[in-house]
């Protein structure tokens, strides 16, 4: 699968954001569309590159969730399950091994080359 963008979509954790919001449709969750046709996903620099767009448009959609403390582990879970998909979707080993060591704790040679 070579897509030139992926889409960040919230998960049922964000139903509570959108009922609190009557304007926004149940039927047609918040998106993002992230562009990386820029990003060579085969190196880890591009996969780290793409990780934090994923992350930050996950951020951007759940954002309603983080009007309070109250709602701060179902933030931190729309994040989690929104970047989740992303990397799947998006389908690149470089990419998946990226995410896991950020979910599994940060490999120091990786996070290096990354931050190059």
Do not use: W
């Not at 990397?87 to 040679?109: C, F, H, W």
Request: proline share 4%.
């Amino acid at each position: 699968m070579n897509r030139l963008t992926t889409t960040i979509l919230t998960t049922m954790l964000a139903a509570g954001a959108q009922l609190a919001h009557a304007d926004v449709a149940l039927d047609s969750p918040p998106q993002i569309k992230v562009q990386f046709a820029d990003l060579d996903l085969t190196r880890v620099e591009g996969a780290a590159a793409l990780y934090r767009r994923l992350h930050s448009a996950a951020q951007s959609v759940c954002a309603p969730l983080a009007n309070d403390l109250a709602r701060l582990d179902r933030y931190k879970a729309c994040i989690a399950d929104a970047v989740s998909v992303a990397v799947a979707e998006v389908d690149k080993p470089a990419l998946t091994m990226y995410y896991r060591t950020q979910i599994n704790g940060s490999s120091p040679t990786l996070a290096r080359i990354a931050q190059r």
